[in-house]
C-alpha cells in the first residue's frame, strides 16, 4: 500500500490541468473549513466549492469497484468505512455553505473540468447576486 499515493495521482494532475486551461484559478489539498476533518483535493475558497478526485476501488466506484479475494472481511469493513467518512464529509461540508463534487478516477479529466466550471460558476453569480440584493 506504500506505492499508493494520496496525493498529486495522475487523475488528479490531469484534472488540475484541465482546470487551469479553463482559466480556473484554485488551492490543492486545504480544508475547505477548519471544522471538518477533510482535506480537498482542489479549493475553489470563494465559491466555497471543494473537489474530491476519488479512487475506484477505495471509495468503491459503482462501475470498477472490485472485492479483495484475501482477508475480505478486512476489506469490504475498510471500503465500507471509507463510503461512510466521504458521505459524512459531504454533508458536513454542504451544512457550511459548501458544495461538494466528487470526481472518479476513470472520468474523462476534460468532461469533469467543464462539469466543475459550471458548477463554479453558477457559485459565482449566486454570491453576486446574494451581495446585490
Not at 482535506?39 to 459503482?62: E, K, S
Not at 457550511?96 to 476534460?110: D, Q
Request: glycine share 6%; hydrophobic share 40%.
Amino acid at each position: 500500500m506504500r506505492a499508493n499515493r494520496g496525493r498529486d495521482t495522475g487523475p488528479e494532475l490531469a484534472l488540475r490541468s484541465q482546470l487551469h486551461r479553463l482559466g480556473l484559478r484554485y488551492r490543492v489539498h486545504r480544508r475547505p473549513a477548519s471544522s471538518v476533518r477533510a482535506t480537498a483535493d482542489i479549493v475553489f475558497g470563494p465559491q466555497r466549492v471543494a473537489v474530491f478526485v476519488d479512487g475506484c476501488f477505495w471509495h468503491r466506484c459503482p462501475i470498477h469497484a472490485t472485492e479483495p479475494k484475501a482477508n475480505g472481511a478486512w476489506w469490504a469493513q475498510k471500503l465500507k468505512a471509507n463510503v461512510e467518512r466521504d458521505r459524512r464529509i459531504d454533508a458536513q461540508l454542504e451544512r457550511l455553505g459548501w458544495k461538494v463534487i466528487r470526481v472518479w478516477e476513470h472520468e474523462s479529466p476534460t468532461t469533469a473540468a467543464v462539469r466543475i466550471s459550471s458548477v463554479i460558476k453558477a457559485s459565482a453569480s449566486e454570491r453576486t447576486r446574494e451581495e446585490i440584493g
